[in-house]
Each structure stands twice: as structure tokens, then as C-alpha cells.
């Protein structure tokens, strides 16, 4: 017989379909995008500002109906079955709906009681809940008072409140300070390990992505523009770039000559000789080994891994660290015209 956690992650999946949202004027936010998320793994959803994230999400978590397409979450369609949807997920996203006069203990209470808890157990699930997020010092204080990471942790704390086996976390960490966001990630990373929690994660941070994610999709312009594993799409993008300076600068075309067996040359610094490697970083000893023979002594030797970064400006022209900026400064409402009055 099948154990309870086994066949509670067997129904955690997300799957989309063809997913299209489009909004007046013939504008498709979300444009035919398919993915699938498996039971109990985090995916990190990427993109630039107003690429179609928040849409994506609206739309899985039921707040959007979708324009045509299919998506399953937790087993369940998203437009025939969005009740049963809703009892699967829990969702924290960009804008915490917290009450500023109320106390975290009273909107943990609140929360239950909206989910139909027995008092008794959303009272210590509420409690257990507080003091995993850190919030125990602050329980009895009202929330107006909270500090933004304070807050975050809180909206989390309310999203788990009823065991979801969903997770939506959308830009969950924007504005933190780094012991905050740290903190968090250390709480994603658990609850998908220990809970088998599946979790969508829609983040600016490329560390955050990269550390938490199992897979990734990019997203820009409305269409999945790359999948796979944080390594997978680094590899496909860019092999990793070894520069070294010799220490007597006028022999830098010599370094150049003893670096071209192992790739092609690409620009460096202008005293030191770069190559990006054919092989990846196991050549890393060849090289070294290589400069010791010709008798090029080496000032400085280092190694350049592709990053997600390099991913993201591949795939969408544009560096995520700038669509980070840009979000912080604008927001993402530009995304959502149906939303502010537009109809559905």
C-alpha cells in the first residue's frame, strides 16, 4: 500500500497546456506556452518585466481565466475545477493582502477559520507555523508595524496554513534584505525536500534560481523561450572561459598560442589571453600543465563558469539583473490590463 506522503506527491503536479491569456486590443500576455512541473520540485519561472509571469500565475492559481488552453494543477483543471484548485495551492504573492491592525496570531486564526479548520487546529498550526518562519517574538504585535521581510515571512507562514500541496511563490524575495531572503530560501528548499511540497517560483534573482530551482523555464515576450535544469541551460549557452596573465606582459600572444589547443580564443583583459573551452573546466589542469612546459610563469589564472545570466541575455537580449531594476521601479502591472478595468 502506497504511504501517504508517496500518494500525496503523485497528485502535486502542474501541467499546462497550450496556455493562452489574451487581454483588449489583441495583446497575449501568456501566448501558447506549454510546461510541466513534476510532483515535488521547485520550478524557477524567469522573465523579464511584463514578460507574462504574473499572468502565468494568476491564471494557474484561478485569479485569471484563461483566453484557450489547458492547465492541471494538483490534478485538477484550472477553469472546470477551480474550487478544488484553490483547496490544493497555497499562494504568496507579489503584494502580501495582510491586515496592518491585526496581529500575526490573529491572521493566522483568520486564515484557518476561512479554510474551515477546527479551532483547535489552526490555533497550533498557526503557532507552529509563526515560530518556523521566526515570527515568534512578534506574534502578538500588529503587522502594520512589520518590517518587509517580517511580512513576507508572514505570507508565507498564511499560505501553508492549510498543508497545500501547490505552493505559488511569486517574486517572493523582491525588496529583501539578504538575512531575510536567505531565511526564506532555506524554508523553499525544506519544504520541497521534507514536505514533497511542489513549488512555482517566479523570482528577479538570479542566485535565487539557481540555487533553489530543480528546473527552469524562461519566459519572454508571452512563450517559453528555454527549459530545462539550471546546468542543462548554462551548458547550452556558453562553455566555460579560462583567461590567464602571464606575468611578463610581453608574453601575452605567447599565452594566447598555448591556450588555442584547448578552444577558441575570445577577449580578455588587455594584459591576459582568454579561451573558452572546448571540453569544460577539466582541462583546467592541462592548461596549467601546459604554461609549467613552455616556461610562461602565470600571474593570474582564472576560470569563468557560464551563468544564468548569460542564459537569460542569450535567450531574451536583455540582462535579468536589469529587469530586476526595472521591475522594482515599475512593478509588474503592466502585465495585467484586466486586472485595472480591462475585461476578462
Not at 492559481?61 to 477553469?79: F, K, M, Q
Amino acid at each position: 500500500m502506497p504511504s501517504r506522503k508517496g500518494s500525496r506527491q503523485q497528485a502535486n503536479g502542474i501541467v499546462v497546456s497550450g496556455l493562452v491569456r489574451e487581454f483588449k486590443g489583441g495583446v497575449r500576455a501568456v501566448d501558447g506556452i506549454d510546461f510541466q512541473v513534476r510532483p515535488g520540485e521547485i520550478y524557477g519561472f524567469l522573465g523579464p518585466n511584463g514578460a507574462g509571469k504574473s499572468t502565468t500565475v494568476h491564471m494557474l492559481t484561478t485569479l485569471l481565466p484563461p483566453t484557450s488552453g489547458s492547465a492541471t494543477v494538483a490534478g485538477h483543471d484550472v477553469v472546470r475545477e477551480g474550487a478544488a484548485v484553490r483547496d490544493a495551492i497555497g499562494a504568496a504573492l507579489q503584494e502580501a493582502a495582510l491586515d496592518p491592525n491585526l496581529t500575526a496570531r490573529e491572521h493566522m486564526r483568520l486564515q484557518g477559520a476561512l479554510h474551515g479548520m477546527p479551532k483547535e487546529e489552526r490555533s497550533k498550526r498557526g503557532d507552529e507555523l509563526i515560530d518556523r518562519v521566526g515570527l515568534s517574538d512578534a506574534a502578538e504585535r500588529k503587522v502594520g508595524g512589520y518590517s518587509g521581510g517580517m511580512k513576507r515571512r508572514l505570507d508565507l507562514a498564511l499560505a501553508l496554513l492549510h498543508g497545500p500541496r501547490v505552493l505559488f511563490l511569486d517574486e517572493p524575495t523582491t525588496g529583501l534584505d539578504v538575512q531575510s531572503r536567505t531565511a526564506l530560501w532555506d524554508e523553499v528548499a525544506r519544504l520541497s525536500r521534507d514536505d514533497g511540497t511542489t513549488i512555482f517560483l517566479t523570482t528577479q534573482y538570479l542566485e535565487e534560481a539557481d540555487q533553489l530551482a530543480d528546473h527552469l523555464g524562461i519566459i519572454d515576450h508571452g512563450k517559453i523561450v528555454a527549459a530545462g535544469t539550471p546546468d542543462e541551460l548554462k551548458a547550452e549557452v556558453g562553455r566555460p572561459t579560462v583567461e590567464v596573465v602571464p606575468t611578463d606582459h610581453s608574453e601575452r600572444n605567447r599565452a594566447e598560442e598555448l591556450l588555442r589547443p584547448f578552444g577558441e580564443l575570445v577577449p580578455g583583459t588587455p594584459q591576459g589571453a582568454a579561451v573558452r573551452l572546448d571540453d569544460g573546466s577539466e582541462e583546467l589542469a592541462d592548461i596549467i600543465r601546459a604554461f609549467d612546459q613552455a616556461g610562461v610563469r602565470v600571474a593570474n589564472l582564472e576560470l569563468h563558469e557560464a551563468s544564468l545570466n548569460d542564459v537569460f541575455l542569450t535567450k531574451t537580449g536583455r540582462s535579468l539583473e536589469g529587469a530586476q531594476r526595472e521591475a522594482a521601479e515599475e512593478g509588474e502591472s503592466g502585465e495585467h490590463p484586466a486586472l485595472e478595468g480591462a475585461p476578462a
